[in-house]
């Protein structure tokens, strides 16, 4: 194949690993005894920093909704399940080539929700939620490259006749 394509399957590969890792690694605390939770994040991390400066200073300005999801526990499980499941569902679908457009819509939308919510720009604008997410995006809107199983779910019957399930495809 060209390079193009094995470029986008790099990409594919690396941030869906990303991405799995992640939901993994908390499903795995849950597992163990130790369950993750989003509320010490909403609580805690939600302020924001501006280069040098004080880190108990406040400058996003909708820490007080996240501080309030992160209050509710109702919410917060919510978010949990969200979280983890989101990030493994994402991961595999990126790494397969599965639902690869709706795959990186969802990363590109999960990382734009978690940089608005940290707002931190301590080390600068550039963190590794921007990164995931505008790759995630890419990946959106290229579509999934020739190494993907969106290239045989397009030729089945089913999807023929159901013409929107190829707006999710790559």
């Known amino acids: ?49 501006w280069l040098g400066s004080d880190p108990k200073t406040v400058i996003n300005p909708a820490h007080g909704f996240w501080v309030s999801l992160g209050g509710n526990a109702t919410a917060v499980s919510i978010i949990n399940y969200l979280v983890v499941f989101g990030e ?25 929700l978690f940089y608005v919510a940290q707002m931190s720009f301590a080390t600068g604008p550039f963190n590794e939620q921007l990164v995931y997410g505008v790759i995630a995006g890419t990946i959106a809107y290229v579509g999934a490259g020739a190494y993907a199983l969106d290239s045989v779910v397009a030729r089945l019957p089913i999807t023929q006749r159901i013409p929107v399930v190829k707006y999710a495809l790559g």
């Open 1 to 49: 194949m060209d390079r193009t394509s094995r470029g986008i399957f790099f990409l594919r590969a690396v941030v869906g690993a990303g991405f799995l890792f992640a939901g993994l690694d908390k499903f795995f605390m849950w597992a163990s005894g130790t369950p993750f939770t989003a509320g010490g994040f909403l609580k805690f991390a939600t302020g924001g920093q």
């Open 88 to 112: 493994i569902a994402i991961g595999v679908a990126l790494i397969l080539g599965l639902a690869t457009r709706f795959a990186g819509v969802c990363g590109a939308l999960m990382m734009a």
